[in-house]
């Protein structure tokens, strides 16, 4: 039986990191800016809003506890006396850390016996991040549901040498749920999901780095998780993915705006 107190937890929060997302350009190494090559996408394609905050995780761990964490690290465990204070993930994130314990066997495809569930919340404003005051220049903070992810074989996994867990990370070993998975563990949580903008055909996505430009500023001119009047509203972009998340891209203002003034 899993015990989180007997566990090899940097081995558990290996499993658990959110792997890196591809930009829909090609980054160029040499200088960062984007490159003509672009992901493609077949079918259905969902966008919905990248919100700029810090990247949390709450773990469902198959003893009835969880582990609160960054990242990068592992901030908490329920029943700890002191947790990590970084980035307010602990005090924002453990209500609903406790919310989502009490309910987990409701939940779709619920972890229980040799499996665990992460949720990945993306925590913004505050003082977290350059972009805070996009959301609230008065100090507010939320949060939103982006993915989830059902690991299972983790008696198997949690004996895995370091690099072997990085790498199955990497290439995708970990099974995230699907868009109409997310809508119903979003509703029966009751954790909003991070904006949804449009459904599109991929051969509908724009191509160049100049028409995602124009893109971009058409889908999502503003923010649509603003914490109250005060924010300024600026967004950070817009992530693609089909509905079973097998393909997946962020597409960021930023990177296209700088792309594209380095050119001119």
Same mark, same amino acid.
């Given at each position: 039986?899993?015990?989180?107190?007997? /566990?090899?937890?940097? /081995?558990v929060?290996?499993?658990t990191?959110?792997p890196s997302i591809?930009?829909?350009?090609?980054l160029?190494?040499?200088n960062?800016s984007?490159?003509e090559?672009?992901t493609?996408?077949a079918?259905a394609?969902?966008g919905?809003?990248?919100?700029d905050g810090?990247?949390?995780r709450?773990?469902?761990l198959p003893d009835?506890?969880y582990?609160?964490?960054?990242?990068?690290?592992l901030?908490y465990?329920?029943g700890d006396?002191?947790?990590?204070?970084?980035l307010g993930?602990v005090?924002?994130?453990?209500?609903?850390?406790?919310e989502?314990?009490?309910t987990?066997?409701?939940?779709?495809a619920?972890?229980?016996?040799?499996a665990?569930?992460?949720?990945?919340?993306?925590?913004?404003?505050?003082?977290?991040g350059?972009?805070a005051?996009?959301y609230?220049?008065r100090?507010a903070?939320?949060w939103r549901?982006?993915?989830?992810?059902v690991?299972?074989?983790?008696?198997e996994?949690l004996?895995?040498a370091?690099?072997?867990?990085s790498a199955w990370?990497?290439?995708?070993?970990?099974r995230?749920?699907g868009e109409q998975e997310?809508q119903?563990t979003?509703?029966?949580?009751g954790?909003d999901?991070t904006?949804r903008l449009?459904?599109?055909?991929?051969a509908?996505?724009p191509?160049?780095?100049t028409e995602?430009?124009?893109?971009?500023?058409d889908r999502?001119?503003?923010?649509l998780?603003?914490?109250?009047?005060?924010?300024?509203?600026a967004?950070?972009?817009?992530v693609?993915r089909?509905a079973d998340?097998s393909?997946?891209?962020?597409a960021r203002?930023?990177?296209?705006?700088?792309t594209?003034?380095?050119r001119?």
């Amino acid at each position: 039986m899993f015990d989180v107190r007997a /566990a090899n937890l940097a /081995a558990v929060n290996s499993l658990t990191k959110y792997p890196s997302i591809p930009t829909y350009h090609e980054l160029d190494p040499r200088n960062g800016s984007l490159t003509e090559t672009v992901t493609v996408f077949a079918g259905a394609v969902h966008g919905t809003e990248k919100v700029d905050g810090t990247n949390s995780r709450v773990i469902l761990l198959p003893d009835g506890s969880y582990l609160l964490g960054s990242r990068e690290e592992l901030l908490y465990a329920r029943g700890d006396l002191i947790g990590n204070p970084a980035l307010g993930i602990v005090d924002n994130l453990r209500p609903i850390a406790e919310e989502l314990r009490a309910t987990a066997e409701e939940l779709t495809a619920a972890p229980g016996g040799d499996a665990i569930r992460v949720f990945y919340l993306e925590l913004y404003g505050g003082k977290i991040g350059g972009q805070a005051k996009q959301y609230s220049t008065r100090g507010a903070t939320g949060w939103r549901l982006f993915d989830v992810a059902v690991i299972d074989a983790l008696d198997e996994r949690l004996g895995w040498a370091p690099a072997r867990i990085s790498a199955w990370r990497e290439e995708r070993g970990q099974r995230f749920l699907g868009e109409q998975e997310l809508q119903v563990t979003s509703a029966k949580t009751g954790i909003d999901l991070t904006p949804r903008l449009f459904t599109l055909d991929g051969a509908d996505l724009p191509a160049t780095i100049t028409e995602t430009h124009a893109f971009l500023a058409d889908r999502l001119p503003a923010t649509l998780v603003a914490l109250d009047e005060s924010g300024l509203r600026a967004p950070e972009g817009i992530v693609l993915r089909t509905a079973d998340r097998s393909t997946i891209a962020k597409a960021r203002v930023q990177d296209y705006a700088r792309t594209l003034k380095r050119r001119r």
